[in-house]
T-cell receptor
Framework: NAGVMQNPRHLVRRRGQEARLRCSPM?????VYWYRQLPEEGLKFMVY????????ESGMPKERFSAEFPKEGPSILRIQQVVRGDSAAYFC????????????FGPGTRLLVL | SQQGEEDPQALSIQEGENATMNCSYK?????LQWYRQNSGRGLVHLIL?????REKHSGRLRVTLDTSKKSSSLLITASRAADTASYFC???????????FGPGTRLSVLP
């Protein structure tokens, strides 16, 4: 049973370009969470999605960031017109849902904006 | 300050010693979970303790939870060099399902 998959593992973009980060949850998991981690810091919640629905996007920046989890395919975190401050590790986690469910994390995508 | 805050921020010990890390939080929680992160890697789930539990064990790990003080501790006994990592506590608040992570404790176990 494969774990949470994220790709790419490393992504380099120039300022103004778009970054697309993909996350495939564990088999049987329909809940996906995205987190951002700056160097030497903890993870900051960004968005929580179920299939075709955004449940909580309270941690998402108001502009340039969007997320989706379509009926088929991986969840996508999209950052438009990237800036240097977007450089971070972006982690995806999945769970079966419910407050007691453990979230299983992917290996992360490290985004570097030049 | 943050919902979950680990203390200390960094800890260095010798192999074989015990390591204790603490986590404090602010709001009521449904459960608290501890994760480990090796440098440059994703997070690995260690243990979950529910709000109605006081202590839990898993191998060399012992977690306590004191809801009256809004704090938890993670004890790693007989530490090994392979335990070197950052350790995070994450809380699930009662009104939602999103994790709130603290900044982590960086543990170094010296051989």
């Amino acid at each position: 049973n494969a774990g949470v998959m994220q790709n790419p593992r490393h992504l380099v973009r120039r300022r103004g370009q778009e970054a697309r980060l993909r996350c495939s949850p564990m088999k049987g998991h329909s809940h996906v969470y995205w987190y951002r981690q700056l160097p030497e810091e903890g993870l900051k919640f960004m968005v929580y999605l179920q299939k075709e629905n955004i449940i909580d996007e309270s941690g998402m920046p108001k502009e340039r960031f969007s997320a989706e989890f379509p009926k088929e395919g991986p969840s996508i975190l999209r950052i438009q017109q990237v800036v240097r401050g977007d450089s971070a590790a972006y982690f995806c986690a999945s769970s079966r849902g419910g407050p007691d469910q453990t979230q299983y994390f992917g290996p992360g995508t490290r985004l570097l904006v030049l | 300050s943050q919902q979950g805050e680990e203390d200390p921020q960094a800890l260095s010990i010798q192999e074989g010693e015990n390591a204790t890390m603490n986590c404090s939080y602010k709001t009521s929680i449904n459960n608290l979970q501890w994760y480990r992160q090796n440098s440059g890697r994703g997070l690995v789930h260690l243990i979950l303790i529910r709000s109605n539990e006081r202590e839990k064990h898993s191998g060399r790990l012992r977690v306590t939870l004191d809801t009256s003080k809004k704090s938890s501790s993670l004890l790693i006994t007989a530490s090994r060099a392979a335990d070197t990592a950052s350790y995070f506590c994450a809380t699930v608040v009662t009104y939602g399902q999103n994790f709130v992570f603290g900044p982590g404790t960086r543990l170094s176990v010296l051989p």
